[in-house]
């Protein structure tokens, strides 16, 4: 499962590389695998995969299916800056904290006095922004993948007042282009869905570790639910609210928002002190496409009530405001607001370890330890595309709590999500297709069954009656004509020989025409001899008429010769003989031709017969290949529906026995938490080793520890090993005090690492090094690390009370080396930002050690010295503003005016924006108002008022002038 709750074991390669730190080093780059883009969204190349649903027996079932197409995907990290209010203006401060690089995406931070560290966020957005274009960026890439199909996450994290509910909650009901992300996500959803999608909302707030309802607020306590299978998590009990239009959503929003528990703190009075929660659920109908069932989808994508069927895509996009991030102590909070703010604090810090435990890619993430994390738990490391915005103050008087958010920002974006389609089969609609298929499958079956009954019936008639007249007409052909009758049987059986039957008819033809022309010879032959015989008989009369008139005797003689007679009656005969022969032949042949005639005519009638037969055999074989292919189609049908459950069935198996491996995944994990517990518990003889062996290491091994330390690998990990690092800092080898002191000074720039330094000793040994060390190196690192110590208000107190003020200005006197002195007055210039030390610190010397130091001449260490003076200043004029305060201020003794006046001309820019601001601020000192006039501050004042290079500093010397009636005095005698 990859959530919150457990992705500790997955590869982050795709996570932003950390580069080293230095005075502007990029902590994090923070576009890693995902590309310079600011964009949120990298638009994803997630297939969108179709269901096919094929038809299936009457039984149906219905099986969840989550199709994954996994895509690892940073959460994206923007940073805003809410403009200066009014009190941010009064204050006039030295310097805002941080500086913003829009075009970098770059945000540096005063990291202390003298230096600042730049981080690199997705989106930097300055205190111009608009609300349309934090949306556009921010939260609209997530709301297009919600409409995707994928759970997404919009979450703001700051501290109070820094613009939380501005940027998520803005109703704009007067202006719309002040809307937030959450009515501008609605209006995009809404927009993106049909009117046969639903949008649901349900609104809630965490608050006190208790979970209530914001659109039904009596309902508290609501229990969260995680599905042990899914690891999804819901919240059954909350009101789900349809939202019909964007007006019907912002009354139910606004709604909610009046339910929404805010209690006043310090910081603002509007400050929210519950983590508001909304939850957008949206279902999305998706039709199918699957060509491989093409033609099935084209019978039966409705129902046979017209209701088309359809997958579903169901999505959830939560819209989180946090509470305020701030420190109980600094915002004030007592009693009941006390123990809320610890609550805010523990789903907060708890939120912080997870996102902590999974940028490490540690394996134990702390999901459990709150309501709030454990709701968000698909957020972070989970499946679901998120989006983080951190909301920052201008002002300086806030900047651990801006570092801490910084810090936040910049470890969430190193967690990596895996985001997931998730999409679900309409199973209702699938069952009622899958049924509807059936039914129609049935039914197809039963009519077509009962038409191949009925087609055999009538066909078997037809056979009958075929076999009967077949078995006539053979038996008419074997009566008729025993060969050719009998072949006109088979013919009708056979096709070739119906061929042959059809040759052999046409061959009868041409015997005909034969004959024809034979007996048109005959007659042609027997005319001829009719015409000899006539020519013949011509010639018997002609001698027959000679005869008498020759009475020659030769003709006489050859007339009564008995042979000529003989021969002309042979003659005569042979003519008679043969024409009667002829004659006979033409009758035979005319007699023959008739027959033939008949015979052809009957053949003919016989091939009707025949082709009649045949159209009957083609329809019994057309009528059987027919019901063979639907028979089949219908079992191709029956097999596909066959095979998807046994699909489904299969898949049912697959997810049981996936459930089964995760448990035991689970349970393995759980041991390996035990064991890890355990081996916790005794500090593994590997790290012993290396941990009790350290002070014999070398000081290469100390060398590569500061480097890890140096590039941030090692935070609050460095919890075995830190008691003997600070144990380190006493030991006898310079080489090794060095590096040990570089390590805890390293340690001690983080400000998470801070309260550990201070609670296992390392200020009682930085301490201790600065009074006692003769080592430049060693004095000016402890120094160091002490003015990073000093930058956080709880360890200033402690600083003091360990003579920290004294050992730091006698540190002064000890040494020229400009670059200790740098960090010594800039440790007693943190301390002066800090009114209740005023007294100590002057006391102690340290108002002379720091204006001694400027015997240096080092514009770093001027630097230091006029930031001091300015905070001294600072913290004193508000005191006095605010009534709590009257007296010369402590800064006179020393001769603090005189300095600010003699070096105010002489520094650079920055330097003396301090000092004018110093100036400025001892002027409200009606007290030494007589003083400021002779030593030339008045002079300088009129000056600032005039020519200060900020507008700020320029209306404050104004005010300043206007309002003490010596000053007034003095500039009407002028
Ligand atoms: N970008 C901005 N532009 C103009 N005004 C802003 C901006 N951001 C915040 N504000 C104003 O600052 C004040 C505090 O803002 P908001 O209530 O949103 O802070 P918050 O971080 O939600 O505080 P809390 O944690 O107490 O809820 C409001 O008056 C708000 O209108």
Redesign the pocket.
């Known amino acids: 499962m990859s959530s919150l709750g457990g992705n500790g074991g997955r590869a982050k390669s795709d996570r932003p590389p950390s580069s080293s730190s230095g005075n502007t080093s990029l902590r994090n780059n923070g576009v890693g695998a995902q590309g310079q883009s600011h964009s949120v969204r990298a638009k994803p190349a997630v297939s969108n995969p179709r269901r096919s649903v094929t038809p299936t027996s009457t039984t149906t079932r219905s099986i969840s299916h989550h199709h994954v197409d996994p895509e690892s995907e940073r959460v994206r990290v923007a940073v805003?800056l809410?403009?200066k209010?009014s009190e941010d203006l009064a204050g006039a401060d030295y310097a805002d904290c941080v500086e913003l690089q829009p075009e970098l995406k770059r945000l540096k931070l005063r990291k202390n006095n003298w230096s600042s560290e730049a981080y690199r966020f997705d989106e930097v957005f300055t205190?111009t922004a608009s609300q349309k274009r934090v949306y556009e960026v921010v939260a609209k890439p997530v709301v297009e993948s919600v409409l995707d199909g994928y759970n997404g996450t919009v979450m703001a994290y700051?501290?109070?007042?820094?613009?939380?509910?501005?940027?998520l909650g803005r109703l704009g009901k007067d202006d719309v282009s002040e809307r937030g992300i959450m009515v501008r996500a609605l209006e995009d959803i809404i927009a993106g869905t049909s009117a046969s999608d639903s949008v649901e909302i349900s609104y809630l707030q965490l608050y006190m570790e208790s979970i209530q309802d914001l659109l039904a607020p009596e309902k508290i306590n609501i229990p969260i639910v995680e599905d042990a299978k899914t690891g999804e998590v819901s919240v059954p009990g909350v009101e789900i609210v349809k939202i019909r239009n964007l007006d019907h959503f912002l009354q139910i929003l606004q709604l909610g928002e009046s339910n929404r528990h805010a209690a006043n703190t310090k910081l603002?009075t509007?400050?929210?002190r519950s983590h508001a929660i909304l939850m957008v659920y949206i279902r999305r109908f998706a039709e199918e496409k699957d060509q491989t069932n093409i033609d099935q989808q084209k019978d039966t994508s409705t129902d046979r009530h017209g209701r088309r069927l359809s997958t579903i895509r169901k999505s959830k996009l939560l819209i989180v405001?946090l509470?305020?991030s701030e420190r109980v102590d600094k915002s004030g909070s007592e009693g009941h607001l006390l123990e809320e703010a610890k609550f805010i604090n523990l789903s907060l810090t708890s939120l912080g370890k997870c996102i902590n435990a999974l940028a490490e890619n540690s394996s134990h993430i702390p999901i459990r330890d709150s309501k709030l994390t454990r709701l968000l738990r698909d957020s972070f490391g989970g499946s679901a595309r998120t989006s983080l915005i951190v909301?920052i103050g201008p002002s300086s008087r806030h900047h651990a709590e801006t570092a801490s958010t910084i810090m936040f920002g910049q470890r969430a974006m190193k967690v990596v999500n895996t985001v997931k389609l998730k999409e679900e089969f309409d199973y209702e609609s699938l069952c009622r297709k899958l049924e509807t298929q059936v039914d129609h499958l049935t039914e197809e079956i039963d009519r077509q069954q009962k038409l191949r009954e009925n087609d055999k019936k009538e066909m078997e008639k037809k056979l009958d009656e075929f076999q009967i007249s077949s078995a006539e007409a053979e038996k008419r052909f074997v009566n008729r004509s025993e060969s050719n009758l009998c072949e006109g049987l088979k013919f009708h059986k056979n096709s070739i020989l119906i061929h042959q039957k059809l040759k052999f008819s046409s061959t009868t033809s041409v015997k005909a025409e034969d004959k024809k022309c034979r007996m048109q010879n005959i007659k042609e032959e027997n005319t001829r001899l009719e015409m000899d015989k006539a020519r013949y008989l011509k010639h018997v009369d002609y001698f027959k008429f000679l005869i008498p008139y020759t009475g020659s005797k030769c003709y006489q003689h050859q007339l009564e010769s008995s042979t000529y007679q003989k021969i002309l009656a042979d003659t005569t005969q042979m003519y008679e003989e043969k024409i009667a022969d002829l004659v006979k032949q033409i009758e035979d042949e005319n007699e023959r031709s008739v027959s033939a005639e008949k015979e052809t005519e009957r053949m003919k009638n016989q091939m009707n017969d025949i082709q009649m037969s045949m159209q009957v055999d083609y329809y019994i074989l057309s009528t059987e290949k027919y019901s063979n292919k639907f028979v089949s189609f219908c079992n191709f049908g029956l097999m596909l529906v066959t095979e998807r459950i046994e699909a489904l069935n299969q898949q049912l198996n697959d997810e049981c026995t996936r459930a089964g491996e995760i448990e035991e995944e689970l349970e393995s994990t759980k041991n390996l938490l035990r064991e890890y517990q355990d081996s916790v518990q005794s500090i593994p003889p590997c790290l012993r080793k290396f941990y009790i062996n350290l002070h014999e290491t070398t000081t290469n091994e100390l060398r590569l520890l500061f480097q890890k330390v140096k590039m941030g690998k090692i935070f609050l990990n460095f919890v075995f090993g830190l008691k003997k690092i600070l144990s380190l800092l006493d030991s006898g080898d310079l080489d090794v005090q060095t590096h040990a002191v570089k390590v805890v000074a390293n340690l001690a720039a983080e400000d998470i690492n801070q309260e550990r330094i201070v609670r296992e000793g390392g200020l009682d040994a930085l301490l201790m090094l600065v009074e006692s060390s003769q080592n430049t190196t060693i004095l000016r690192v402890a120094s160091g690390a002490i003015a990073n110590l000093a930058m956080n208000e709880r360890n200033q107190g402690l600083i003091t009370s360990k003579r920290g003020a004294r050992l730091l200005a006698n540190a002064a006197f000890k040494t020229d080396d400009a670059q200790t002195l740098r960090m010594v007055a800039g440790a007693i210039a943190n301390l002066c930002g800090n009114e209740k030390l005023h007294v100590v610190l002057k006391d102690d010397g340290a108002i002379k050690a720091l204006l001694g130091m400027s015997r240096s001449g080092n514009s770093d260490v001027i630097a230091q010295i006029a930031r001091g003076l300015a905070n001294f200043a600072k913290c004193e004029s508000r005191r006095i503003m605010q009534g709590r305060w009257k007296g010369r201020s402590l800064l006179m003794e020393d001769g603090v005016l005189l300095w600010l006046v003699a070096n105010l001309n002489t520094s650079s820019t920055s330097t003396r924006r301090h000092m004018e601001l110093a100036i400025c601020h001892l002027a409200q000192n009606e007290d030494i108002a007589r003083d400021f006039i002779t030593s030339g501050g008045l002079k300088e004042l009129i000056e600032i008022s005039d020519t200060s290079a900020r507008e700020d500093i320029r209306n404050l010397a104004k005010k300043t002038l206007r309002s003490s009636p010596l000053f007034r005095g003095e500039l009407r005698a002028e």
Request: glycine fraction near 18%; avoid cysteine.
């Open positions: 805003r809410r403009p209010n205190e700051g501290q109070t007042g820094t613009g939380k509910t501005y940027t603002n509007e400050s929210s405001d509470a305020g909301t």
